[in-house]
């Protein structure tokens, strides 16, 4: 019912900045607690950044926080992450993710088992 498309993925140098999108279609995306995890070559699917559906509250992994920033557009049903400062180890696949239960707007999830619904993943590659 819901479908997720990230945008913004691309090969920057060291010290550059990416914007990345996340588009919502088929459901209003207000209510949505939303996430973006990454995943490199053969290691696991991991944590970024977290938003509450309301855009209240928001949770970085200590790996980002600092230099990324999710936030959400609820009339665009868009949900961004700003990522600046790039450093090679960030390097990875980048997926968004959703969660629609009636707590959604005021809660975050961290755990990419809590989502209900993924986009196909953006590449972020960063150069040295």
């Known amino acids: 019912q819901v479908q997720l498309v990230e945008s913004g993925g691309g090969l920057v140098q060291a010290g550059g900045s990416l914007r990345l999108a996340c588009a919502a279609s088929g459901r209003t995306f207000n209510t949505y607690s939303a996430g973006w995890f990454r995943q490199a070559p053969g290691k696991e699917r991991d944590i970024v950044a977290a938003i509450t559906g309301n855009g209240g509250i928001t949770y970085y992994a200590d790996s980002v926080k600092g230099r990324f920033t999710i936030s959400r557009d609820n009339v665009k049903n868009t949900v961004y992450l700003q990522m600046n400062g790039l450093k090679p180890e960030d390097t990875a696949v980048y997926y968004c993710?959703?969660?629609?239960?009636?707590?959604?707007?005021?809660?975050?999830?961290?755990?990419?088992?809590?989502?209900?619904?993924w986009g196909q993943g953006t590449q972020v590659t960063v150069s040295s």
């Open positions: 993710a959703a969660r629609i239960t009636i707590d959604s707007g005021t809660r975050y999830y961290t755990d990419k088992k809590a989502y209900n619904y």
